[in-house]
């Protein structure tokens, strides 16, 4: 059974919005802080938002902050991403991931434990 599963990709036209959600369905992440990456063909993976155990500490990446939000629910152990005012820029395939800390701010892709399969998010002009 797979770790961490993402959904809620799609197609959307430029200026609309999407949710994202990441669910743990083999074993609970309640203690655990989750992120959120992105990745094109052309580009290296990067982070996007990340979110503490508790939801009280969250870290945006200036390239979506303002637009961008994350936010967890522990009854459902999912994690959340609220994309809006969504632009052809955001066209990626999007990841969820997991560090085994309630905590941090390091969010270098070689340090997450679990990562998902990715969703994949098109933004059409």
């Known amino acids: 059974q797979e770790e961490v599963v993402e959904s809620g990709g799609g197609l959307v036209q430029a200026g609309n919005s999407l949710t994202l959600s990441c669910t743990t369905p083999g074993r609970t992440f309640s203690a655990c802080a989750m992120g959120w990456f992105r990745q094109t063909p052309e580009n290296e993976r990067e982070f996007v938002a990340a979110i503490g155990w508790s939801g009280g500490d969250t870290l945006i990446a200036d390239s979506v902050k303002g637009r961008f939000s994350i936010s967890r629910d522990g009854h459902k152990n999912t994690v959340y991403l609220q994309m809006n005012n969504l632009n052809p820029e955001d066209t990626a395939e999007y990841y969820c991931?997991?560090?085994?800390?309630?905590?941090?701010?390091?969010?270098?892709?070689?340090?997450?434990?679990?990562w998902g399969q990715g969703t994949q998010v098109t933004v059409s002009s």
């Open positions: 991931a997991a560090q085994l800390v309630p905590w941090t701010t390091n969010w270098e892709t070689g340090n997450m434990d679990y």
